[in-house]
Nanobody
């Protein structure tokens, strides 16, 4: 089992950048595929980015080219670097984890992930 804690959210102007962090507890972080999701007010939670054990990455079309997901297994942390932020990126951002033995596979469905953080608010002003 793994516990996840997000940080790094805040208020930023359009065009700015933020880096979100998700710290995981547990000794087998390197066995977890990771994902980032977000939920805007009045909307369903949606996929943002995913990262496999082998480093394969996948992004939602809405963030492709602006966001980058990465991980540091030595620090048990996954990151989401967000550049060129837009007001429509405003949401609560959640990291998620799932244990896997398939090193090359990433996961993009909410139902794929049993472990979730509490979320961090990102607000982009115009």
């Amino acid at each position: 089992q793994v516990q996840l804690v997000e940080s790094g959210g805040g208020l930023v102007q359009a065009g700015g950048s933020l880096r979100l962090s998700c710290a995981a507890s547990g000794r087998t972080f390197s066995n977890y595929a990771m994902g980032w999701f977000r939920q805007a007010p009045g909307k369903e939670r949606e996929f943002v980015a995913a990262l496999s054990l082998a480093g394969n990455k996948y992004y939602a079309d809405s963030v492709k080219g602006r966001f980058t997901i990465s991980r540091d297994n030595a620090k048990n942390t996954v990151y989401l670097q967000m550049n060129s932020l837009k007001p429509e990126d405003t949401a609560v951002y959640y990291c998620a984890a799932r244990s896997t033995y398939n090193s090359g596979r990433y996961y993009i469905s909410l139902n794929d992930y049993p472990y979730w953080g509490q979320g961090t608010q990102v607000t982009v002003s115009s």
